[in-house]
């Protein structure tokens, strides 16, 4: 991708590419454009300029007028917050956006995802009733319920204190390593840098 974005006095001005398998780490400090690019990939925001591909698909080419809508664009974004559907329960959360048509075929799958992450006790919860790190394993397996072709994480530890923080970057390594997929991890720590990602692209 490689995109433009003037916010205010504020200028993104980046271009990087990510492929299958590897884990992509935006890193610098806050304010430097790191969310402002996930969510832009995301559809959420629309750069002035520039254009965004994925897998030889673009999803937004500014010249060429196409902007792809965010629920087409096979992206899995977990937020900073989240973003679990507070009045739904765990189940329901990660049933949301399957694509599926056939109720048990997505109980299934949701079944398969949550016992991933060892939470199968937890789908009748809602989300104000799991701790931080908890919510950070059911938003993952949200996102890879819709079988999206690229997953966007940012800040995925910043609700857990240190010593959990540790134990949930080794299991999402794991995980991350199993699904194989493209990943575009933001963070300003540089232990998750040193743990989970393959290439570092600077915003500082
Ligand atoms: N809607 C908006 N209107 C105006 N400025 C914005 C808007 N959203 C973000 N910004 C500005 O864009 C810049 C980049 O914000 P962004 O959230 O991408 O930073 P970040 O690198 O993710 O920071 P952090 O690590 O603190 O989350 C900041 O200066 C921010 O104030």
């Known amino acids: 991708m490689k995109i433009q ?7 993104l001005d980046k271009e990087w590419e990510v492929r299958k398998g590897e884990v992509i780490s935006l890193f610098g400090p806050s304010g430097s454009g790191k969310s402002l690019s996930l969510q832009a990939i995301a559809g959420l925001v629309t750069p002035d300029d520039g254009y965004i591909e994925i897998n030889e698909q ?3 080419h500014k010249e060429r007028k ?3 809508p965010s629920r087409d664009r096979g992206i899995g974004y977990v937020p900073q917050n989240y973003g679990l559907f507070p009045h739904m329960k765990i189940d329901e959360n990660i049933m949301f956006g399957m694509v599926e048509k056939d ?3 997505k ?9 991933c992450v060892g939470l199968e006790n937890k789908r009748n919860k809602y989300p104000q009733h ?6 950070q394993r059911v938003a993952i397996v949200r996102a890879l319920a819709t079988n999206p072709k690229v997953l966007l994480l940012d800040e995925p530890f910043s609700a ?5 923080r540790k134990i949930l970057r080794n299991e999402i390594k794991e995980f991350l390593t199993r699904w194989n997929m493209p990943v575009v991890l933001v963070t300003h720590d540089p232990e998750d840098v040193e743990v989970l990602a393959t290439e570092v692209v600077d915003y500082c």
């Open 160 to 164: 857990v204190d240190i010593p959990i």
């Open 103 to 105: 109720k048990n075929i």
């Open 58 to 60: 673009l999803i937004f």
């Open 107 to 115: 109980e299934e799958k949701m079944m398969k995802l949550l016992s």
């Open 66 to 68: 196409i902007c792809v």
């Open 5 to 11: 974005k003037k916010l205010d006095d504020f200028v």
């Open 130 to 135: 799991l701790s931080g790190g908890e919510k």
